[in-house]
């Protein structure tokens, strides 16, 4: 059972930057595309970023690239999510989520979906003061 614990959230004012962890155990992490969701109060959860289980594809939702990036370490079975110029908006619960299905030559809009992550962490809430 793989198991994902987020970390790193907080309360910052607007144009801050913030750094949030994942840590994965119980599983090969290193073969699993992983994501981040958020889920703002009175809203639908929504793709914010993914990356390929090599870390050599990346994905962004419009409302956030160029200002956040996505990086993982496969030898600390950890995914981190660099927040820059936080905006009001951003503010949200933030979760992790993995996908260890494997499936070879997926295309971009494969990893916006969340019904294909099997495994979610407990979330970490980011709020940012404007």
């Known amino acids: 059972q793989v198991q994902l614990v987020e970390s790193g959230g907080g309360l910052v004012q607007a144009g801050d930057s913030l750094r949030l962890s994942c840590a994965a155990s119980?599983?090969?992490?290193?073969?699993?595309?992983m994501a981040w969701f958020r889920q703002a109060p009175g809203k639908e959860r929504e793709f914010v970023t993914a990356?390929?289980?090599?870390?050599?594809?990346?994905y962004y939702a419009d409302a956030v690239k160029g200002r956040f990036t996505i990086s993982r370490d496969n030898a600390k079975n950890t995914v981190y999510l660099q927040m820059n110029s936080l905006q009001a908006e951003d503010t949200a619960v933030y979760y992790c989520?993995?996908?260890?299905?494997?499936?070879?030559?997926?295309?971009?809009?494969?990893?916006?979906?969340?019904?294909?992550?099997?495994?979610w962490g407990q979330g970490t809430q980011v709020t940012v003061s404007s």
């Open positions: 989520a993995a996908d260890s299905s494997l499936r070879p030559l997926v295309t971009s809009t494969y990893y916006y979906n969340a019904a294909v992550y099997e495994y």
């Open positions: 119980g599983g090969a992490f290193s073969r699993y595309r």
């Open positions: 990356i390929s289980w090599s870390g050599t594809s990346t």
